[in-house]
């Protein structure tokens, strides 16, 4: 049996990439895979219960690192690594680059630390293809706004934070070695929508 391809949506918060995820699953569908479309942190009972305390409970800067991963390890030994072991695809909002993004840029938390995590939780597994959706902060932040809805802990912080996660989202995909393609979020739908869909026909369909 083919192991199935991993494809994971990366960005600050308000840079839209929900939108494009069920895109993709469509397209994947289109050519005649399985796909399973799930989240970080969630995607198993116990990851969504842990997901409501990440978003929602004040706790220490590496409780939040550590309940990520942990999260991370559930996520993949009950739904992750058994659907791509019988061949489907999975298309997961945010993974560990999230990690490094929020928890190391924004939170300022070493990176180090996320190695040895990112070795035990996932050392076998990186995903296939990374898609970044990158756009300037304010821009999200108009966006988020204009939702009128109430913020979970990661939105409600100062723009300097989503900076930070935005600095480290990019240098990490300088160094992904073609790993995660950049999106400029900042432009029509259709553009980007069409951006994406080509990317995924040249590196993995
Ligand atoms: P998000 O993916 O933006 O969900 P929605 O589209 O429903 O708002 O919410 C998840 C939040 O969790 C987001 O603000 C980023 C944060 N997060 C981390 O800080 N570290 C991580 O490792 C992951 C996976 C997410």
């Known amino acids: 049996m083919k192991r199935g391809k991993f494809i994971t949506f990366e960005g600050i918060d308000g840079a839209g990439k929900s939108t494009h995820i069920a895109g993709v699953s469509t397209l994947i569908r289109a050519h005649g895979q399985v796909v399973v479309s799930t989240r970080e942190p969630g995607g198993t009972p116990l990851g969504e219960k842990l997901r409501e305390l990440l978003l929602h409970e ?3 800067l590496e409780t939040e690192a550590m309940l990520m991963f ?4 559930e996520h993949l030994a009950k739904l992750i690594e058994p659907a791509l072991a019988r061949g489907d695809w999975v298309v997961c909002d ?9 928890q190391g840029g924004g939170r300022g938390l070493d990176k180090a630390k996320f190695e040895v995590l990112e070795q035990w939780v996932h050392g076998h597994l990186q995903p296939d293809l990374t898609f970044l959706f990158d756009l300037p902060p304010a821009v999200a932040e108009d966006r988020i706004t204009a939702q009128q809805r109430e913020l979970d802990r990661f939105e409600q912080e100062h723009r300097d934070f989503h900076a930070r996660v935005r600095r480290a989202y990019l240098d990490r995909a300088a160094s992904s070695a073609g790993r995660i393609c950049i999106i400029n979020a900042d432009q029509p739908l259709n553009i980007i929508k069409k951006q994406v869909e080509e990317i995924l026909l040249t590196h993995c369909l």
């Open 58 to 60: 004040p706790m220490h």
């Open 70 to 73: 942990a999260a991370r390890r």
């Open 94 to 102: 945010r993974f560990s680059d999230a990690t490094y993004a929020y």
